[in-house]
């Protein structure tokens, strides 16, 4: 399906052969949305294409998502759009390996870096992503390792060719299952399909960093502080035997500070700091997330002393809680 090089990843032909007749309307309608008396689309135009459901969504991923299709171009058109689409969606190993090389090519100079995509998932994912010890972060490193060792080295950039080929034999045994492409393909689900469920899964994706940064420029909190803070917080919740940062984790972070018949009600005080996002995880979450952690924290630690009267008035004022 396409050379992997090729100008185009796919021709119009291919594009129609690949995408079915309601996605190929529901795309266009899109395109004619986000850009209504132009047929090509320039950065800003492509990030209302994109940012209509993802209003988080960080610069860097729309830039990168707009160079991959425009390859080096100003402008992208709606055939740039689909024929991409339809690589994630639909296609072969190849041009799925291409267009994820255009996204990773950060500096435009025909070289891939471990460290550079490294960098670009921490934004994806959140910063501390391959220090965090989860499963997934564990995954990835592997993934990594495996498209740039060579010879039994590891490579620390690769010219695109051969980062292509590479990826393009691991996509054929992994097919949209990997680690550079999973988040590429739920961006394009969810523009695909448009829906509050869709867009509140984005939303947990990039969110979560996104209100951190915030509450640390709002107390003051250094980016070192912040690190450790999460640091701890995911170190706590992967020593949980349901690897979140449940009430067992917060017992056994306040032990010896907080009396246990107030450990309960504190718990569930925290659980309303975190992001929107985070809460949205599922019917009554009974974890904190990243966000309820270090909002708590930064709260007693830096917070006026009139939000922390309101904090205590809504802990108190709530019925009594038996601790569990």
């Avoid at 891939?112 to 499963?135: L, N, T």
């Avoid at 951190?212 to 919740?237: C, F, T």
Wanted: with cysteine; glycine share 8%.
């Amino acid at each position: 399906m396409g050379n992997a090089f090729a100008t185009r990843l796919l021709t119009e032909k291919e594009i129609n052969e690949v995408l079915n007749q309601n996605e190929l309307r529901q795309l266009t309608a899109a395109f004619r949305r986000a850009s209504p008396h132009k047929e090509q689309m320039d950065p800003r135009s492509f990030n209302r294409l994109l940012l209509a459901p993802f209003p988080v969504m960080p610069p860097l991923v729309s830039d990168a998502l707009f160079n991959a299709m425009a390859m080096g171009r100003k402008v992208v058109d709606r055939h740039d759009v689909l024929a991409a689409i339809a690589v994630v969606l639909h296609g072969d190993s190849g041009p799925r390996a291409q267009l994820v090389y255009r996204v990773y090519d950060i500096h435009n100079d025909g070289l891939v870096g471990i460290e550079r995509i490294k960098r670009f998932m921490c934004v994806v994912h959140g910063q501390d992503f391959f220090s965090a010890g989860s499963s997934s972060s564990v995954a990835a490193k592997r993934q990594l390792e495996e498209i740039f060792c060579s010879g039994g080295r590891l490579l620390s950039e690769m010219p695109a060719e051969a980062f292509v080929e590479r990826l393009s034999q691991i996509l054929k045994l992994a097919g949209t299952s990997h680690v550079l492409l999973d988040w590429i393909y739920e961006v394009v689900r969810i523009m695909l399909r448009p829906s509050p469920q869709g867009a509140l899964m984005l939303e947990r994706r990039f969110s979560p960093e996104a209100e951190l940064l915030a509450l640390s420029q709002r107390y003051g909190v250094s980016r070192e502080a912040l690190m450790d803070m999460k640091s701890k917080y995911y170190r706590e919740a992967n020593t949980s035997r349901s690897g979140e940062f449940d009430l067992e984790a917060f017992r056994r972070v306040v032990a010896g500070r907080l009396a246990p018949s107030l450990t309960q009600r504190v718990f569930n005080l925290g659980l309303g700091l975190g992001s929107e996002s985070e809460q949205g995880r599922r019917p009554g979450p009974k974890a904190w997330g990243v966000t309820n952690f270090c909002g708590f924290g930064m709260l007693w630690a830096r917070g006026d002393s009139a939000s922390q009267a309101a904090t205590l008035f809504r802990m108190f004022s709530r019925a009594p809680e038996v601790d569990a």
